[in-house]
């Protein structure tokens, strides 16, 4: 539970020699970017690292170099690392069978941006008041003095950039353009970066996008919307579940449109995704339905069948917005 700086981070890294690096299940371009990222800085430090995260790398992030060398926890040692880092991921659960290792060191930092993190560490370095874990990394690489070359400029941006939906929202301060600055200084090369991250798509989400917006209902007066994607969209279009990323922000781009959700019905339950514009806060009713988040964007998964998962989350969102 112990809450450390910037400077007592850094030292912990410095300290370590083999460290386990993971970040959370359903990776995006934040946690892998981020993940990617510190992987590169400890071994610049000289550190002997492994990277892990219990899903695989989606297609479209797989041109992040050093994606391929991420393994699955599940054959990986427990006892080979004197040090355990998690980045991005806001509670235990987060980082799913990562958790093992996990738990199994000595040493459990936990690096995040998230509100909602619990502090799951035994030393975490949260800050929520930055935008992306990307920033968390930018200020580790500024504070150990290690330089940035153009694959962690690279993986920075596309951390940085994700969580911010491409420079669109989030919280972007004068240090987050400053630390922009410092990745275009290392040798980014931003527009095919930014084409390849958030321009081009996959056939397989178009697909599913169609059918999400076909789905698209308005509730409270057109404050609310809701979008669903069930087995039989995902069956029809061939589409896998990470073909789902950005569906949700559809709904929320909508003249009048304050609250927003998508559910998806996956293997494990149904999984939503919940956005707002501010006043409002949809991480505290994530965290309600066992989840969390983001005040802004946020999500979790329920148990429940799609019809009545999507019931109880419209009621709480209705309800919410009655409130004002
Ligand atoms: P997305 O809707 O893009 O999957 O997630 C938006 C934000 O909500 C992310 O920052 C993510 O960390 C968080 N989030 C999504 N699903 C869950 C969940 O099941 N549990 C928790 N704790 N956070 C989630
Ligand atoms: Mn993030």
Redesign the pocket.
Same mark, same amino acid.
């Given at each position: 539970m112990n809450e450390i700086s910037l400077k007592q981070a850094t030292d912990t890294l410095t300290r370590a020699d083999r460290v386990f690096v993971c970040t +959370?299940v #359903?990776p $995006?371009g934040?946690a892998l970017g981020s993940l990617l990222s510190l992987g590169s800085l400890l071994r610049k430090m000289g550190k002997q690292v492994t990277l892990a995260c219990q899903d695989p790398v989606p297609e479209n992030l797989r041109f992040l170099p050093g994606s391929g060398d991420i393994r699955r926890p599940d054959g990986v040692d427990a006892d080979a690392f004197d040090l355990a880092c998690s980045i $991005? &991921? *806001? $509670?235990l =659960? %987060?980082i799913g069978s990562a958790a093992r290792v996990f738990s199994a060191c000595p040493r459990r930092l936990a690096i995040d941006h +998230?509100a *909602?993190n619990t502090r799951f560490g035994l030393e975490n370095y949260v800050d929520s008041t930055v935008a992306s874990s990307g920033n968390l990394v930018c200020r580790l690489f500024g504070e150990t003095g290690v330089r940035m070359d153009e694959n962690d400029a690279l993986l920075l941006y596309a951390a940085l950039s994700t969580?911010t939906g491409n420079f669109s929202f989030g919280q972007m301060d004068e240090e987050f353009f400053l630390q922009m600055a410092g990745l275009m200084h290392a040798g980014l090369d931003i527009s095919p970066a930014a084409r390849q991250l958030h321009l081009i798509k996959s056939p397989y989400h178009i697909k599913l996008l169609g059918r999400a917006i076909a789905s698209l209902r308005f509730f409270s007066g057109g404050r609310l919307a809701g979008m669903r994607l069930t087995h039989a969209d995902f069956e029809k279009t061939g589409a896998k579940p990470e073909h789902a #990323?950005g569906i /949700?922000n559809r709904a929320l781009n909508i003249y009048g449109v304050e609250m927003c959700y !998508?559910a998806s019905e996956e293997e494990d339950g149904v999984?939503?995704? !919940? %956005?707002a514009v501010p006043p409002h806060d949809v991480?505290r009713i &994530? /965290?309600e339905f @066992? @989840?969390? =988040?983001?005040l802004l &964007?946020? =999500?979790?998964?329920s148990r429940k069948p799609l019809n009545d998962a999507v019931r109880a989350l419209r009621a709480r969102m209705e309800a919410e917005l009655g409130r004002e």
């Open positions: +959370h #359903e $995006d934040d $991005d &991921a *806001s $509670d =659960g %987060r +998230h *909602s969580d #990323e /949700v !998508l999984k939503f995704n !919940l %956005r991480s &994530a /965290v @066992g @989840g969390g =988040g983001h &964007a946020s =999500g979790f998964t």
